[in-house]
């Protein structure tokens, strides 16, 4: 009874994985056709005509100037945006975790209120204040901005986990002689990998697939992706063929940062769960 309740169970999540995988496998599916053949008949045609797939469709996305452009462009807004957050995160944690000094927890009930503020809150108001530093539109204000709303979930998330190293690992480091900046350096970032990983990967995914701030704070020759392929919608069915293969572009790194640091993921994600 134990084991059909098991194998009823895994069936159970099969079907769910497959029913919420159908559209993304469909939006595959249809990247591969010709924009007639998308016109003409549903992309589950394919099972009976395979000839219908090609690879066109990549080929000319790759040639489109303004996509290859708007993937680089991410690129430049992605890595320092999650870099940034990871290293002021992890800094600013070890100092609400492991440094005393006055006003410490009035800090940190701070940064965690700061994580409920909306984005839109903060859009005009940073508007006003890139357009009088002069990088309104530029890369380094979308920068700034993901770093800014990144920072109080990244020191909550690591300041918990940081909590759970032993004190007195600290303690013997700092009867050794040794500094903070060196216990940070070859204590607790060691430590806190998978945590600082499953916050990298959050923080990488949020900005990677980022819209809104991208329309706000970028300027054509300086958005992403997800900015480019937006100017690409006249009407989803005409220009399937350009969306389609854009959207599996963008996502290839995405899932390959995912897939290269799961197994961190999973260790950040369930740290502390034993204790």
């Known amino acids: 009874m134990m084991r059909f309740g098991r194998a009823l169970l895994r069936l159970l999540v099969v079907l769910i994985g497959v029913f919420w995988l159908l559209p993304t496998f469909g939006l595959a599916v249809a990247s591969l056709r010709s924009s007639a053949d998308n016109s003409a008949t549903g992309w589950w045609t394919v099972f009976t005509a395979p000839a219908q797939l090609t690879l066109d469709n990549y080929a000319q996305v790759l040639q489109n100037e303004r996509i290859v452009e708007s993937l680089w462009n991410t690129v430049l807004i992605t890595v320092p945006s999650t870099l940034l957050v990871v290293l002021l995160g992890a800094l600013g944690a070890y100092t609400l ?94 430590i806190g990998w998978p945590a600082i990983a499953s916050l990298a990967i959050f923080q990488f995914l949020w900005v990677w697939n980022d819209l809104l701030v991208a329309l706000v704070f970028a300027t054509s020759d300086n958005a992403p992706i997800t900015y480019a392929l937006r100017e690409q919608m006249r009407s989803f069915s005409s220009n399937l063929d350009t969306i389609g293969p854009g959207a599996f572009l963008s996502m290839l790194v995405p899932l390959a940062v995912f897939f290269a640091f799961q197994r961190y993921f999973v260790q950040g994600v369930l740290a502390g769960s034993g204790k």
Do not use: K, S, T
Request: no cysteine; aromatic share 14%; hydrophobic share 65%.
């Open 97 to 190: 975790a492991w440094v005393d000094f006055p006003g410490r927890d009035w800090l940190f009930v701070l940064v965690v209120a700061l994580i409920v503020v909306p984005i839109q809150v903060a859009i005009v108001p940073d508007a006003r204040i890139f357009r009088a530093l002069g990088i309104y539109g530029e890369i380094p204000a979308v920068v700034a901005f993901h770093v800014a709303f990144g920072l109080p979930f990244a020191i909550f998330l690591l300041r918990n986990f940081f909590l759970n190293i032993p004190r007195d690992l600290l303690e013997a480091a700092r009867i050794d002689g040794a500094r903070e900046m060196l216990i940070f350096a070859r204590v607790v970032l060691p």
